[in-house]
């Protein structure tokens, strides 16, 4: 079982409404909790049945209720941010801007990318995973905080594509 089997089973079980699933292979265990009420957290743990510890996914952010002055700035922003290509992120890790922490960032506000540039890398179970544009531009946002985690499909650029 892959990376995007794991990640298409979660999503099936966040939609399906399940609290709790648990599915043990040969050499795989997987449960999978979701919260109930408010919180709309997901917890998912994956065990290497040879290994002494499982590795734990990072949990969905939780969203709170924005206030209406609030909501109105942000329907303006996305408006302004809908001329704009997202970048999202294609698998769940932790996002990092630079190569190395001694190394400047890969890009900033403002620099020009050309498809195939490598934008971030996203360390994902002690791989670290060069993630490409595949479009040419010009960064406008950087979305995410250096070293934080991402989820899958989570916006992490925002490009000018003009």
Excluded: W
């Amino acid at each position: 079982m892959d990376i995007k089997d794991i990640q298409s089973l979660i999503k099936f079980v966040a939609k399906s409404g399940a609290s709790e699933v648990k599915l043990e292979m040969e050499d795989l265990k997987i449960t999978i909790k979701t919260g109930s009420g408010d919180s709309h957290s997901e917890t998912t743990y994956v065990q290497q049945i040879p290994m002494a510890q499982a590795p734990v996914a990072p949990a969905a952010p939780i969203q709170t209720a924005e206030s209406p002055a609030t909501d109105a700035s942000a329907k303006e922003s996305k408006d302004d941010d809908s001329k704009y290509i997202t970048i999202k992120s294609p698998i769940i890790g932790t996002f990092y801007r630079k190569p190395s922490p001694d190394k400047p960032s890969f890009v900033e506000v403002g620099s020009d990318i050309n498809k195939g540039d490598v934008l971030c890398v996203i360390e994902a179970m002690k791989l670290f995973n060069d993630i490409e544009s595949e479009v040419s531009g010009k960064i406008v946002k950087v979305l995410v905080e250096d070293s934080s985690p991402v989820e899958f499909d989570q916006p992490l650029f925002l490009v000018d594509p003009s």
